[in-house]
Nanobody, 121 residues
Framework: QVHFVESGGGLVQAGGSLTLSCSASGSTSSFNGIGWYRQVPGAERELVAAISPYGGRKYGDSVKGRFTIVRDNAKNTVTLQMNMLKPEDTAVYYC???????????????WGQGTQVTVSS
């Protein structure tokens, strides 16, 4: 089992910033990547950003240039800095452990509980 602690969601005006944090513990050794996904009602979860233990990063097209993911390997923690937020960034954001390779990020079966991000116009 994997246990996640997520924090940092909330309400912000368009153009503002938020920082999300995710810490994973437990049976994490099978995974080398940590990612953030987001989901709105009626839609599938989409990748926001993911990072490997060596600093490799992958971003969803809609957040490139605005969001930055950083990882602390010693603490198995990632931080997602979200800048220039838009109303369309409104969603529930989920942390995930998965596999990061040169071909991309492959989500694993364990997900955090989710944190709501709401961007008002």
């Amino acid at each position: 089992q994997v246990h996640f602690v997520e924090s940092g969601g909330g309400l912000v005006q368009a153009g503002g910033s938020l920082t999300l944090s995710c810490s994973a513990s437990g049976s994490t050794s099978s995974f080398n990547g940590i990612g953030w996904y987001r989901q709105v009602p009626g839609a599938e979860r989409e990748l926001v950003a993911a990072i490997s233990p060596y600093g490799g990063r992958k971003y969803g097209d809609s957040v490139k240039g605005r969001f930055t993911i950083v990882r602390d390997n010693a603490k198995n923690t990632v931080t997602l800095q979200m800048n220039m937020l838009k109303p369309e960034d409104t969603a529930v954001y989920y942390c995930n452990l998965g596999l990061f390779s040169g071909r991309g990020y492959y989500p694993g079966e364990f997900w955090g509980q989710g944190t709501q991000v709401t961007v008002s116009s």
